[in-house]
């Protein structure tokens, strides 16, 4: 029997998987261990290895579309295996940009013929085909709930329905003019985006955000960074960031505010050991959090090195599902679009977020005079079921203090 | 259906499987002097389930005939007396023992009718006590319909209910082919409404005895009613499973399970008969080779005997053909997770 290449489980409490890129295509020829695709899952993209060394057939998962765990992808048909048993040249779901180099025997689909190649070797029942065939769906598309995978009835009418719903929009909301929601690019969420967008969704919905805002003076803060910059080149760390030093700053100062760094877990507010510090970035559109483990007890040098091979394994896509998530406090720094101030969402179950707009020459009163000074504003949201607006205003006090006092503090 | 609607309008009494049968058996040998009864201890003794019971005193020893202990002797005199125009009517006393007739049912009262081009037939009925739950081990206790329907030229009935062992067994008697009626050992004691008249249910039409949706479940004579049993507690786990008894396996009323396949998309069928080779498989195939196949939404699972001979201890026993528990569980699964 051929081996089955499956959507593996890579994360806990990961229900679906999105495969992000193919490396290989029909036909190719793999070793045991090689790496065949890449999966999307929370936050982060992993390698998916070969099973078994063969050739690789029915190649039937469409990248970027979400598929439940455990549903066959591939099979790998092992020396003299007969590849009649499923027609060998099964190709890869519509999507062309999956297979780059697929060949060009590959016939095009057609969604309304029943022995579509890209049906073989899916599992689905009878009924599941036939329904599928009368409403010229594509089987591949569809993820099986049944055993190892197989698509049924209930399968294919949950994804028609689906597919009406994004469809037709108008046709759910009368009054608006028809086509005014239906022009334009309908782009389904991708992995990332789905989780993304459940969590703030859950954030904004369960935590009650307030939010704090100080304006702090940044001199003593480029001070610093500027020595730093160049004690680092000595030592041949990476040149410090605004971000890294307010990290440093947070991480310290978060020590003496177990409340703040802390979490809503159901009824009770759970008090985390380390410091873990996650620094929001985006990547190709998607926003991804890696996390500065135990942050508190980094200095600058370390800490600095941590945040470049976070950054570099993130554009490379080589962070773990660990290294992205699971922080106990995130920053998040919109300053260098020119940002003067936001708030941002907390992300859950987190109790606290920073956002960092840009710094600013503004004047202010110093000593009875008006004099310019780099200034910067700094809002926390925190979620009032387990801080208090004084709690809140405490650390906001003692961050400015260290801000504004770095070296004090370092 | 006919049966229904004599139901209606006649005279209905509650009877026993095993009174039923002898009902129709007094009102054949009333109505038609050609119609006699043959086999071992039919006569005095009233049959070795009671099934003939006294109609050696309605009818006398001429009509009512206990034969010597030759099964291949009853069956081949059988066949002479319905090639010469009788309409004998033969007790095998336990089905087990039709393998020493099998001479005289497989290669004559088949055969006769197509090697004389229909200028001779064999207008003869087979009545076998057969099953297993009687604690009457491997020789006493098999299911052999399977193997005759396996030939042509004979009918096989399974009738499951006390109306229809009456008016199958007449619906029998009036054929002129050789029609072999299996009857479940245990569901003689059972009781259902029969109606006093005459009727005859026809042979080849199934029974719908629940209807649902979510599963089909396809069984005749006891398995038809543990069927029924099941399909009840199915209904209080929120499953609606539609019950068909095949009442004739040949021939076999393919219509009715396809059009309930096609509907429930999901098949279970449930025999007493040993599993590897069986009606069920039949079944299965039939549904797999025909246009049906397009509507199933799972895979099709037969329920049969074990492959073993049936065993003398009891526990054994009941484990050894499906039960009402089993066809409970395999629905359930087959409905909720696609596999038996």
């Known amino acids: 029997m051929p081996v089955e290449v499956i959507l593996p489980k890579v994360d806990m409490d990961m229900e679906t998987g999105t495969i992000e890129a193919w490396h290989v295509k029909e036909g190719d020829l793999v070793r045991q261990g090689d790496t065949i695709f890449e999966i999307g899952t929370n936050k982060a993209v992993m390698e998916v290895e070969a099973p078994a060394t063969g050739a690789i057939r029915n190649i039937k998962a469409e990248t970027g579309v979400p598929i439940t765990v455990g549903t066959p992808v591939a099979w790998i048909y092992r020396d003299g295996e007969a590849q009649d048993a499923v027609p060998a040249r099964a190709p890869s779901p519509s999507s062309?940009?999956?297979?780059?180099?697929?060949?060009?025997?590959s016939p095009p689909i057609e969604p309304a013929i029943a022995t579509s190649p890209a049906t073989a070797g899916l599992r689905a029942t009878p009924l599941a085909r036939r329904i599928a065939r009368q409403n010229g769906l594509e089987l591949a598309a569809v993820s099986g709930t049944g055993p190892r995978g197989r698509i049924g009835e209930a399968d294919v009418r949950r994804h028609l329905d689906e597919r009406r719903r994004c469809a037709s929009p108008q046709a759910a909301l009368a009054p608006v003019p028809a086509g005014a929601l239906t022009e334009g690019r309908l782009q389904p969420f991708s992995a990332i985006r789905r989780i993304v967008a459940t969590r703030l969704s859950e954030s904004t919905r369960t935590a009650p955000h307030f939010y704090l805002t100080s304006e702090i003076e940044m001199s003593a803060a480029r001070d610093l960074l500027r020595r730093l910059a160049a004690r680092h080149e000595r030592i041949g760390a990476p040149k410090p960031s605004i971000t890294v030093l307010i990290?440093?700053?947070?991480?310290?100062?978060?020590?003496?505010?177990?409340?703040?760094?802390?979490?809503?877990?159901?009824?009770?507010?759970?008090?985390?050991?380390?410091?873990?510090i996650g620094i929001a970035m985006e990547r190709d559109g998607d926003l991804v959090v890696p996390v500065l483990r135990d942050a508190g007890n980094?200095?600058?040098?370390?800490?600095?090195?941590?945040?470049?091979?976070?950054?570099?394994?993130?554009?490379?896509?080589?962070?773990?599902?660990?290294?992205?998530?699971?922080?106990?406090?995130?920053?998040?720094n919109l300053g260098m679009y020119g940002v003067d101030s936001f708030t941002a969402i907390i992300n859950p179950p987190q109790g606290a977020i920073l956002a960092i707009g840009r710094t600013v020459d503004k004047p202010v009163g110093r000593d009875g005079q008006i004099v310019l000074r780099p200034m910067a504003n700094f809002t926390l949201s925190s979620d009032h079921r387990i801080i208090d607006g004084v709690a809140a205003a405490r650390f906001m006090a003692d961050l400015r203090e260290a801000v504004e006092n770095p070296e004090v503090l370092l | 259906m006919p049966s229904e609607t004599l139901e209606a309008t006649g005279d209905v009494r509650e009877l026993s499987y095993a009174e039923?049968?002898?009902?129709?058996?007094?009102?054949?040998?009333?109505?038609?002097?050609?119609?006699?009864?043959f086999g071992e201890d039919v006569g005095v003794?009233?049959?070795a389930f009671g099934v003939s019971g006294d109609l050696v005193h309605r009818f006398g020893k001429e009509r009512v005939i206990d034969t010597p202990i030759s099964e291949l002797g009853i069956a081949g005199a059988a066949v002479g007396a319905a090639i010469t125009g009788m309409r004998p009517v033969l007790e095998i006393q336990f089905s087990d023992f039709v393998t020493l007739a099998m001479e005289q049912l497989v290669n004559q009262a088949a055969k006769i009718r197509f090697m004389f081009g229909g200028k001779a037939s064999v207008p003869m009925v087979v009545r076998l006590p057969g099953g297993s739950g009687t604690g009457a081990a491997a020789q006493h206790s098999q299911s052999l319909e399977a193997w005759f329907a396996h030939v042509p030229g004979l009918k096989v009935l399974q009738p499951s209910t006390p109306h229809d062992a009456k008016g199958m067994l007449l619906a029998a008697i009036d054929d002129p082919n050789p029609v072999l009626i299996f009857e479940h050992k245990l569901l003689y004691k059972t009781k259902g409404h029969v109606p006093a008249e005459a009727y005859r249910v026809p042979i080849g039409q199934a029974a719908i005895r629940r209807e649902g949706r979510d599963i089909t479940i396809v069984g005749s004579s006891i398995m038809a009613r543990k069927a029924e049993a099941a399909a009840e507690r199915l209904a209080g786990d929120g499953i609606s499973a539609e019950v068909i008894d095949l009442r004739s396996i040949r021939p076999i009323d393919f219509t009715t399970i396809a059009e309930s396949v096609r509907k429930t998309h999901r098949l279970l069928v449930v025999y007493e008969g040993v599993k590897t080779m069986g009606i069920g498989a039949e079944i299965s195939a039939m549904i797999a080779e025909s246009e049906v196949f397009d509507f199933l939404d799972a895979p099709?699972?037969?329920?049969?005997?074990?492959?073993?001979?049936?065993?003398?201890?009891?526990v054994l026993e009941k484990a050894a053909v499906p039960q009402e528990d089993d066809i409970v569980t395999a629905a359930a699964?087959?409905?909720?997770?696609?596999?038996a």
Do not use: W
């Open chain 2, 333 to 339: 699964n087959l409905v909720r997770r696609g596999e």
């Open chain 1, 96 to 105: 062309a940009g999956s297979v780059p180099d697929g060949p060009a025997k």
């Open chain 2, 45 to 47: 003794y009233g049959g």
């Open chain 1, 298 to 332: 980094m200095d600058m040098p370390a800490m600095t090195r941590e945040f470049a091979r976070l950054r570099d394994g993130m554009a490379k896509r080589t962070l773990t599902p660990a290294e992205l998530g699971g922080g106990t406090f995130t920053i998040s």
């Open chain 2, 300 to 314: 099709i699972i037969r329920l049969g005997g074990a492959d073993s001979p049936i065993p003398y201890n009891p």
């Open chain 1, 247 to 276: 990290a440093r700053i947070a991480a310290r100062i978060l020590r003496d505010h177990p409340v703040i760094n802390a979490s809503a877990e159901g009824e009770a507010t759970r008090f985390h050991e380390n410091v873990d």
């Open chain 2, 20 to 37: 039923a049968v002898r009902e129709a058996l007094g009102q054949a040998m009333e109505a038609d002097e050609r119609v006699f009864l």
